[in-house]
């Protein structure tokens, strides 16, 4: 099933999807395509930038939530619900975003952009970390990788990604998107010892 275009319908479906892995993870420290971190850390990731980058290009602001280390479940649902009042409300949703990194434009933009966009990706990482379906909308991920490849130079470097992995060219997108983004995409998780 596609992605919805508007970004308060696309945020609600990538949140929710999210939401899902959360409440399917049963182990907090396993370990994630992505080397330092553990499934905890993903969740945290998502929860602890966004805030600083929401106040950095406009006056509105998340509430708190409970920490990721208390309840991994509900200081996401807390996060995800603060985003989704910013969406649902169309005067916040249209409010300017004025951050001094990218182009003003409207909040709403913003969020997608740069915020939906980064859970949908980390959605993999979760997923995968914690055996859970990992597949993506390959619509979307054509969009993202296209999008992210038309300004690389940028993203590299803003130090934010890792090393772009080779995969072929006729690869399924999914896996193109994830190789850009410097995660391998036949990563599976260690095996761990009781």
Same mark, same amino acid.
């Given at each position: 099933? &596609?992605?919805? #275009? $508007? @970004?308060? =319908?696309?945020?609600? !479906? ?6 899902? *892995? ?44 409970? &920490?990721?280390? #208390? $309840? @991994?479940? =509900?200081?996401?649902? !807390? ?6 009042? *910013? ?47 990992? #597949? ?59």
């Amino acid at each position: 099933m &596609a992605l919805p #275009a $508007d @970004p308060a =319908a696309r945020h609600r !479906a990538v949140a929710d999807r999210f939401a899902d *892995l959360v409440r399917g993870t049963a182990d907090w420290d396993a370990p994630t395509p992505v080397a330092e971190w553990v499934a905890r850390d993903v969740v945290s990731h998502l929860i602890e930038w966004f805030p600083g980058f929401l106040a950095g290009g406009t006056s509105h602001r998340l509430p708190t939530g409970p &920490a990721v280390s #208390a $309840d @991994p479940l =509900a200081a996401w649902q !807390a996060h995800s619900e603060g985003v989704q009042a *910013l969406l649902d409300d169309p005067v916040a949703a249209e409010s300017a975003f004025a951050h001094p990194y990218v182009p003003e434009q409207p909040l709403a933009t913003a969020i997608d952009r740069f915020y939906t966009t980064d859970v949908f990706m980390h959605t993999w990482d979760l997923a995968r970390a914690t055996g859970q379906a990992d #597949a993506l909308d390959p619509t979307a991920c054509a969009e993202v990788l296209s999008g992210m490849e038309a300004m690389e130079k940028v993203i590299r470097s803003s130090g934010q990604f890792g090393v772009r992995r080779e995969v072929a060219a006729d690869a399924p997108a999914q896996d193109r998107l994830m190789a850009f983004i410097g995660r391998d995409p036949a990563w599976r998780p260690p095996r761990r010892t009781p």
